[in-house]
């Protein structure tokens, strides 16, 4: 059985773990709690990175980050499942796929600054950088939500796990100014029951 090295609280392993479900693919894959504060976790032997998710094959061959493992699972599952074929399609998940990392990236870089250095350390221009990529993404997503289709593709799966993961660490503050992603979000969770599923463990 795969292996897949997880944290509850990672919005990049539960874009991998809302793939598995929606690819049929759940329950050939372990999933396997990570301490990325301890050095004896073999994730740093697993993944030079130190980083997770990983994907740990039946032969022992890793994949990692989130985006080459929802490709191979996509692959596994017999392709253009949620990875469009078509290359219009293909490209518009993948650039949506991009802009929601990006924003999970700089929202990440906020949390860890606040929680790994003393406040009179904090570089306020630095934060304010990170805080202003947010809100230029945002923006751009609300202008125009993707039409969210009958099996999600990696774009919309990506910016489900950005809407949830801001409202974990954010206090779900982007609902009041952004009605149309709110209500994106909304059909995106009745639609994709693994969405609730993978509801974050802070």
Known sequence: MMILRSTGASPFVRKVRIAMSLLGLADKIEVRETDLNDPADLIRVQNPLGKIPALILDDGTVYYDSRVIVEYLDHLAGGGRIVPREAKARFEALRLQALCDGLLEASLLIVYENRYRPADKHVQAWLDRQADKVTRGMAVLEAAPPPLTAVPDIG???????????????????????????AWHDRFAAQVPSFAATKFQA
């Open 156 to 182: 919309q799966i990506a910016l489900a796990c950005l809407l949830g993961y801001r409202d974990l660490r954010f206090g779900g503050t982007w609902r009041k100014d952004y009605p149309r992603l709110l």
